[in-house]
């Protein structure tokens, strides 16, 4: 089955610590996205990709960092700079076509130790 | 910027009883709006899509509408079931950002249907 992969489900980090969230698609879209979602709030955009090799910061960057070496890869780094980052990832693909809708992974919870 | 405001937060319903959830923007220059369903610890799953140029969409017991003048959608949810049970969000693609595919999404309405 098609579908968007992210691993792990839960994950947990040091003060210090830069951690990694992985993001895999076999849906063979261009475009990939990564979102933060806070308790009783709507998703914030981080950073999104076009095509391999380019990509762009969204509405909350600060903190984080990504790369698209593959069309489907698309991982988020949560470096020591971001000071709150406590929150569920979502990742999300879709054909760069107005009219197709975006497809969302199960989401990454990120907690601090 | 675009805002996206969904009220009420939460609703409860008993098992049967048909209900519409409501999502209004604050700017109408937008290119489509989506639906979708949260289910707790999960993913969106996309319900429906409406394009600025369409009114409504439907999909089984769904019905979205779209007002773009007034800034408002509804999802009506016919014959509501206790599967139901879960957060419904909206969200607009606009151009406010630059970024043609940006989606500004509304915090939620978190939605019990009790059998």
């Known amino acids: 089955d098609g579908g968007i992969t992210q691993s792990p489900k839960y994950l947990f980090r040091k003060e210090g610590q830069n951690v990694t969230l992985s993001c895999e698609q076999n849906?063979?879209?261009?475009?990939m996205y990564w979102y933060r979602q806070d308790p009783g709030q709507g998703l914030r955009l981080i950073y999104y990709s076009q095509i391999v090799n380019d990509f762009q910061k969204g509405d909350i960057a600060e903190g984080y960092s990504v790369s698209r070496e593959k069309k489907e890869s698309f991982p988020l780094t949560v470096t020591s700079a971001q000071k709150n980052p406590t929150a569920f990832y979502l990742c999300?693909?879709?054909?760069?076509?107005?009219?197709?809708?975006?497809?969302f992974g199960d989401g990454t919870r990120l907690s601090i130790l | 910027k675009q805002e996206v405001t969904q009220i009420p937060a939460a609703l409860s319903v008993p098992e049967g009883e048909n209900l519409v959830l409501n999502c209004s923007f604050t700017d109408s220059a937008i290119y489509n709006l989506q639906w979708f369903r949260q289910d707790p610890g999960k993913g969106l799953t996309s319900l429906l899509l409406i394009q600025s140029s369409q009114r409504e969409q439907t999909s089984g017991r769904l019905n979205a509408s779209l007002d773009k003048s007034s800034g408002r959608s509804t999802l009506y949810i016919a014959a509501s079931q206790p599967g139901d049970s879960a957060t419904y969000l909206c969200?607009?693609?606009?151009?406010?950002?630059?970024?043609?595919?940006?989606?500004?999404f509304g915090s939620g309405t978190q939605l019990t249907v009790l059998p």
């Open positions: 999300a693909s879709s054909l760069w076509d107005l009219r197709r809708p975006q497809h």
């Open positions: 969200a607009v693609t606009d151009f406010s950002s630059g970024s043609a595919r940006q989606l500004t």
């Open positions: 849906l063979n879209h261009d475009a």
